[in-house]
């Protein structure tokens, strides 16, 4: 079978050198295989000599190399990579060193061995700050399995394989790296693997507590873009409530008047209605000018990339 390895990197000059040399003895030891591999570094516009590092690089085996024009981040730096990709099956990499390369070789075993699958790595014990790292992605992944039927233990770990075909990266919400597989279709099987988990010597860690706020706000919109139109009919349901509100206070003011003889300006009935009339014109001029922008952002899109391949 034929694999890309999508590594994302931001910032990793101290330890870029050691992976490639890692990745490259784990990938020599499965030469005897019918396996066939190629290397996709995505760097994130760093701004230290990451990017120099790779252009060094001298690998007997086909490697790509590609920088964002600007600091798009881990999920976005994933799905470059996959743009790119020559190959179907992915599997994706931190730069960090945390991940053991290789893991690789037990997880292309399964992976080889199943069909419509992903291979999910769970790093069973992590080597990480317990309050600012371990701490956080535990509560990351109660939450997320909360709000999804997902079984994952490890929502956060990079390591994974799967076949690219099996997602529409256009349908997915949020941090991809991180709710990937709480998003796949359920027809897929997951299969986890534990894997090997190191600590960091070099570079700084980019993520803390604040993941798990990204998380929750993240699932609370997960089901607005599910289908392309989510969005349209969710405001446009709004707005209509609005409206079926705005009425129905309306009539209730009448009634007061004829049946009651009740003057409604006594009450706050006015004022609601005023708002919710409001919201529901609000409402439907956010749906117009959101398509507006859909249409104008698409059509400006098609064709262009936010990043260049440079080798």
């Given at each position: 079978m034929k694999f890309s390895i999508v590594i994302p990197l931001f910032n990793e000059a101290e330890n870029v050198l050691k992976l490639n040399s890692e990745i490259i003895e784990v990938l020599s030891g499965l030469k005897s295989t019918n396996n066939e591999f190629e290397i996709i570094y995505v760097d994130d516009s760093s701004t230290d000599n990451t990017l120099k590092i790779l252009n060094e690089i001298n690998n007997n085996i086909s490697t790509k190399i590609i920088k964002n024009n600007s600091n798009l981040a881990q999920s976005k730096s994933i799905l470059n990579g996959i743009e790119v990709s020559?190959?179907?099956?992915?599997?994706?990499?931190?730069?960090?060193?945390?991940?053991d390369p290789k893991d690789i070789i037990k997880m292309i075993n399964v992976y080889n061995e199943n069909q419509n699958i992903l291979v999910h790595g769970f790093r069973k014990n992590r080597n990480d700050p317990y309050f600012t790292k371990i701490l956080p992605s535990k509560i990351a992944n109660f939450i997320v399995r909360k709000f999804t039927n997902s079984k994952i233990l490890d929502h956060g770990c990079s390591l994974k394989i799967f076949d690219k075909n099996i997602i529409d990266t256009n349908e997915f919400f949020g941090d991809f790296h991180r709710l990937f597989a709480a998003q796949i279709n359920q027809d897929i099987k997951v299969i986890e693997i534990e894997v090997n988990?190191?600590?960091?010597?070099?570079?700084?860690?980019?993520?803390?507590?604040?993941?798990?706020?990204?998380?929750?706000?993240?699932?609370?919109?997960?089901?607005?873009?599910?289908?392309?139109?989510?969005?349209?009919?969710?405001?446009?349901?709004?707005?209509?409530?609005?409206?079926?509100?705005?009425?129905?206070?309306?009539?209730?003011?009448?009634?007061?008047?004829?049946?009651?003889?009740?003057?409604?300006?006594?009450?706050?009935?006015?004022?609601?209605?005023?708002?919710?009339?409001?919201?529901?014109?609000?409402?439907?001029?956010?749906?117009?000018v959101l398509e507006t922008l859909k249409k104008d952002i698409k059509s400006d899109t098609i064709g262009k990339k936010n990043y260049k391949i440079l080798k």
């Open positions: 020559s190959f179907n099956n992915i599997i994706l990499l931190d730069g960090d060193l945390q991940n988990h190191r600590p960091r010597t070099k570079g700084k860690s980019k993520y803390g507590f604040e993941r798990v706020f990204r998380v929750f706000i993240d699932l609370i919109f997960i089901n607005f873009s599910k289908k392309e139109r989510s969005t349209f009919y969710t405001l446009g349901i709004l707005g209509l409530f609005s409206f079926l509100f705005s009425l129905l206070s309306f009539l209730y003011m009448i009634s007061l008047k004829i049946f009651q003889n009740k003057s409604f300006v006594e009450t706050p009935l006015p004022i609601i209605f005023i708002f919710f009339t409001l919201s529901g014109f609000i409402f439907f001029a956010l749906n117009l």
